[in-house]
């Protein structure tokens, strides 16, 4: 591939809903650049972007894909997102190196809530973005519904720059609304212009009052004329189109088919016409050595750094880290350096990815996006840099899973070879997370969504060779004592020569404190006890609390006294000692009024103000209490409460079902409190009868 300079280079993310046609419409660019002969179908399986066993079974992206379209003298490094919630940390990883956006809608399905959340992290990076509607083929499409809510929605900013023309049922053509011409495609795929149709000259005079009315609101001096009744001229307009568009002022409309490869063309033509290069934008990181800001802006006549925004990992094609250089320019056998690990690797070959072919480029420019292979110790969101010059950029923050599952390896023996293959996983996916949760014998993994797991769960097998089963977590519950209880306990035994022989008197009592497990004292006098066996009776209580008798659960917040005992000269030690406490434990703590804690979290769910009365409903249904609802800054309500860990089971689900979707949710582990004894005696109930069929078997 050619080596384009920074001014040549536009990156821009597709961004939009689950099934809006973001995939295709990649497929329709790449085909009228000339990249493809034909084009492919997500139904055949034989997309560019779309390559993953995953994506092709499943028939929807996965991850994101960058796809180079060559556009006349031009490189579009295109980053194809999937739209589906569980995959949002593609998303984040892609908009934090694009440079401009297309959120892409379809035109019969309208404005849905992935198009929001698309315009929303816009917003956040403050991306110029236009918006694409596609579908226009099919009859029930409504662009210009789309544009009365898009203006709804976001105000005068959104500018309509074409109409869409249809005969028969048929999409034939489009009007241009800056020239107020006609034009119509032809067999061979050329236009030809012809007269604006009567039936169109009502909406072409709404949407070019809206153009206008757009182009106005960009300056005092433009809004005065536009109030006087003059009109634009068409430079006039298409340079405050340049300007507004690429500072986000402006957010253009457009309209196309992708199936019919219709409307591309000009959307290609606009992209190079108004969405700002790299050069347009700025990037600062910091100087490690020096502690400065280095304003990086893209500038190739800088020392070289680029951020790793992605990072591929395949058993076939091997590791590719995804990077923007964000000054300088890189060439093959360079020697970056990568401040966060400490260490320097040579880059080999450069490449840049299409889809997941790399192939193979001498330079990168400024702004450009490319790939490395084989970097060992980089991983997403590093640095890299020179030694002498070691540049930090601050690292994309990516959502935090909240949603996890139990798993279990199918075959025993696996162990090893899944934890290998989930390493490798989460270096390409920053929202995968395994925790080993050894206190209540689980392993645990972490996703975005019931959806995110299944995956997971269908690329080990795939990919990886390996099989697991997801099952429900087990809840981390405690035991605890909420009275006093006087006890004895002797431990003693006879068999020949030595015997064993071990008595305590003890008191147990809640300590109040529930962060730790027991608190030890002893107030022996005379010596009933001698000191030496002080240290066993401590052991006895410390190997009794891993365990409670209740239900096997951990202990918290109890206090052991030993007051009184007796021993033998000669039969007493450690070892009877420590056996003689743990039996006064376990019958003191089922005399001191026993009790089973569960884990409470703090909740914050975030949703428009409509959803509101369900999820209150709902929390309240979990055993939730709400503590208080605020607005937030994008115009969504944040609803906060306290709720029993083991009622977030299938929150995710439910969530997403009860807001279309427009419903996230975090939480964080606060306390523990008695549960209720429904809850209680069904967890006793079935971990009696677990530990039952654990020692039968």
């Known amino acids: 591939m050619n080596v384009y300079t920074t001014d040549k280079i536009r990156n821009v993310v597709l961004l939009g809903h689950g099934g809006c046609g973001k995939t295709s419409l990649v497929e329709a660019m790449a085909y009228l650049s000339g990249m493809t002969t034909r084009m492919g179908k997500i139904s055949d399986g034989n997309t560019i972007s779309d390559y993953d066993k995953e994506e092709i079974k499943r028939q929807f992206s996965i991850t994101t894909s960058m796809v180079p379209i060559i556009w006349g003298e031009h490189k579009i490094n295109i980053l194809d997102t999937p739209g589906y919630f569980d995959f949002v940390g593609e998303v984040e990883e892609a908009v934090s190196v694009a440079d401009a956006a297309i959120i892409v809608v379809s035109g019969k399905a309208g404005i849905q809530v992935g198009t929001k959340k698309a315009w929303e992290i816009c917003e956040k990076y403050k991306l110029p973005r236009m918006v694409f509607v596609t579908d226009m083929d099919i009859d029930e499409a409504s662009y210009r519904q789309v544009v009365a809510d898009l203006q709804e929605l976001y105000g005068k ?97 457009l309209m196309g088919s992708n199936i019919l490869a219709r409307g591309v063309y000009t959307l290609l033509v606009d992209i190079v016409k108004y969405l700002p290069s790299p050069e347009k934008r700025s990037c600062t990181g910091i100087n490690a050595k020096t502690n400065e800001v280095f304003a990086a802006d893209y500038d190739f006549a800088k020392a070289k750094s680029a951020y790793v925004f992605k990072t591929i990992v395949d058993p076939f094609i091997g590791k590719y880290s995804l990077i923007k250089v964000n000054s300088g320019v890189l060439k093959s056998d360079d020697v970056l350096y990568n401040y966060h690990k ?92 395994h925790v080993n949760d050894s206190e209540n014998g689980q392993t645990l993994l972490y996703g975005m969504g019931d959806q995110h797991l299944e995956i997971v769960v269908s690329k080990l097998l795939e990919k990886y060779k390996v099989e697991v089963e997801l099952k429900r977590p087990k809840i981390a519950f405690r035991e605890t004592i909420r009275k006093k209880a006087d006890v004895e306990s002797k431990y003693k035994k006879q068999s020949g020569g030595h015997g064993q022989y071990g008595h305590v008197k003890m008191t147990f009592e809640p300590s109040g404190n529930l962060e730790e497990a027991y608190e030890f004292d002893q107030v022996v006098v005379g010596g009933a006890v001698p000191k030496n066996f002080f240290p066993a009776v401590e052991k006895g209580i410390q190997e009794s609390v891993l365990s409670g008798p209740l239900a096997a659960y951990p202990v918290v917040g109890v206090k052991a006294v030993l007051y009184d005992g007796s021993y033998h000269p000669v039969d007493s030690s450690e070892l009877a000692f420590k056996m003689a406490t743990r039996q006064a434990f376990k019958k003191g703590f089922l005399e001191a009024s026993p009790v089973l804690l569960e884990p409470i979290a703090n909740l914050k769910v975030t949703v428009p103000d409509s959803y509101t009365g369900d999820i209150m409903g709902d929390l309240n249904k979990r055993r939730g209490r709400v503590l208080g609802m605020n607005p937030d800054n994008n115009g969504y309500q944040v609803i906060e409460a306290d709720i029993p860990m083991m009622e977030l089971f299938g929150y995710n689900t439910n969530l997403r079902s009860m807001t279309g979707g427009s419903g996230v949710y975090s939480y964080e582990f606060v306390r523990y409190e008695q549960a209720p004894e429904d809850v209680a005696k069904k967890e006793i109930e079935a971990r009696a009868s677990k530990l039952t069929t654990e020692e039968d078997s």
């Not at 182009?215 to 507004?244: C, K």
Request: glycine fraction near 6%; include cysteine; hydrophobic fraction near 35%.
């Open 157 to 253: 900013k959104i500018a309509p720059f074409h109409l869409p023309v249809r005969e028969n049922g048929q999409f034939v053509g489009y009007v241009n609304v800056l020239q107020q011409r006609a034009k119509r495609w032809k067999e061979d795929g050329t236009v030809e212009k012809f007269e604006v149709p009567e039936y169109s000259k009502e909406n072409l005079n709404l949407c070019r009052d809206a153009l206008m009315e757009a182009v106005a609101e960009t300056s005092e001096e433009l809004m005065e004329r536009y109030f006087n009744g003059e009109e634009f001229s068409e430079d006039e307009i298409r340079q405050a189109l340049r300007v507004n568009v690429s500072d986000g002022s402006i957010v253009p409309v």
């Open 342 to 433: 400490d260490v320097e690797e040579k880059i080999g070959k450069l490449y840049v990815m299409r889809g997941n072919k790399a192939e193979e480029v001498k330079e990168l420019h400024a702004g450009d996006l490319g790939a490395l292979a084989k970097l060992g110790s980089v991983m997403t969101t590093d640095s890299l840099s020179t030694k002498n010059n070691p540049i930090v950029y601050i690292r994309t923050s990516i959502s935090t899973p909240y949603t996890y599952m139990r798993y279990k390896a199918v075959k025993k023996g696996d162990e090893d070879k899944i934890s290998q293959a989930l390493q490798k996983m989460m270096q390409e996916d920053l929202t995968l997370k």
